[in-house]
C-alpha cells in the first residue's frame, strides 16, 4: 500500500484537472467582464440623465427643472442622479460644455487647415444651422443659454471673436471694431437660428402665404444665405461673399450631445 511521504499534506482537488494543452482562464478576467459591463451601464445612465436633463432644460432652463423630473424622464433611480452628478448645476454645466465648447471644438477640427477668415466664418454658421435644423432641442438649449455671462469666454461665442480679429488683422474684413462687428454678427446667428427653429423646413409653424413668397421661407438654403449677408456685413464684396458662403462644407464630427 502507498503511503504519504513524511511532511506532506494531501490536497484535495475539487473537480477535474484540465485537459492537457486546454487554454486556463487568467485570474480576475470575470471581473474585468463585469467591471467592463458595469461601466457601460453607467455611461447609458449618464447618457440617459443628460438626454432628459436637455430636453426639459432646453424648453424651462435650468430654474425651471428640478432634479426628480430629471430621473423621472431618464427613467432613473433618483439616487442615481448623484452617482454622476453632484448637483443639478453641475449636469447643466456638463450640457453646456456638449453644446457650446464640444461643438465649437469639432469645428475647429474640421476647419484645421482652411486659412481663409472669411470661410472659416461661413462654414461656421452654416454647420451650426444645419445642426440646428437637425436637432431642434439642441438648437433651443443654445439659443437659451448664447446670451449667458460666458458668450464672449467660452464655445462659439469666443471662436467668433477670434476668428473675426483674425480677418481684421489679415486685412480680409472692413470692420473697424472687432466688438461691435461680432455683436452684429452674433445676433444674425441667433436671429437665424430662431427662424430656423420656428419656420424652417423642419418647423411645423405656418407663416401667411404672402409673408412666406416674402422672405422665402422655409429656405433649404437659409444657412447660406445667412453666411452671405454675414461676410457682407464684414465688408466682402457681394459676389465673393455668395461664392464663400457655398463652398463644399468639411464633413464635421458632432460630439454626442445626448451622451452616448
Known amino acids: 500500500m502507498a503511503t504519504r511521504a513524511q511532511g506532506t499534506t494531501p490536497t484535495r482537488v ?40 436637455l430636453k426639459l432644460m432646453a424648453d424651462r432652463g435650468m430654474d425651471g427643472v428640478a432634479i426628480n423630473e430629471i430621473t423621472e424622464a431618464a427613467d432613473v433611480g433618483f439616487g442615481s442622479f448623484y452617482n454622476h452628478f453632484e448637483s443639478k ?17 469639432a469645428l475647429d477640427r474640421a476647419l484645421t487647415g482652411v486659412t481663409d477668415p472669411a470661410e472659416i466664418i461661413a462654414a461656421s454658421v452654416r454647420h451650426t444651422l444645419y445642426r440646428a435644423r437637425r436637432d431642434r432641442t439642441w438648437a433651443l438649449f443654445l439659443l437659451r ?43 444674425s446667428v441667433l436671429a437665424a437660428l430662431s427662424i430656423e427653429v420656428q419656420y424652417g423646413e423642419a418647423a411645423d409653424t405656418p407663416l401667411p402665404p404672402a409673408l412666406r413668397r416674402a422672405v422665402g421661407l422655409p429656405s433649404p438654403e437659409l444657412p447660406e444665405r445667412a453666411a452671405t449677408t454675414m461676410l457682407r456685413f464684414l465688408g466682402v464684396p457681394p459676389a465673393e461673399a455668395r461664392r464663400v458662403a457655398r463652398r463644399p462644407l468639411a464633413e464635421l464630427e458632432t460630439p454626442q450631445t445626448r451622451g452616448d
Open 89 to 105: 448645476e453641475a449636469i447643466h454645466r456638463a450640457l453646456t460644455d456638449l453644446v457650446f465648447e464640444e461643438f465649437a471644438n
Open 145 to 187: 443659454e448664447s446670451l449667458s455671462s460666458g458668450m464672449l469666454t467660452r464655445g462659439l461665442g469666443s471662436r467668433l471673436l477670434r476668428d473675426i480679429e483674425k480677418g481684421i488683422g489679415a486685412g480680409r474684413f472692413k470692420a473697424e471694431d472687432p466688438l461691435m462687428a461680432f455683436m452684429g454678427l452674433a445676433g
Open 14 to 53: 475539487r473537480g477535474h484537472p484540465p485537459r492537457a494543452g486546454a487554454a486556463v482562464p487568467a485570474a480576475g478576467a470575470g471581473e474585468v467582464v463585469r467591471e467592463a459591463r458595469g461601466a457601460r451601464r453607467r455611461r447609458e445612465t449618464r447618457a440617459r440623465l443628460l438626454d432628459a436633463a
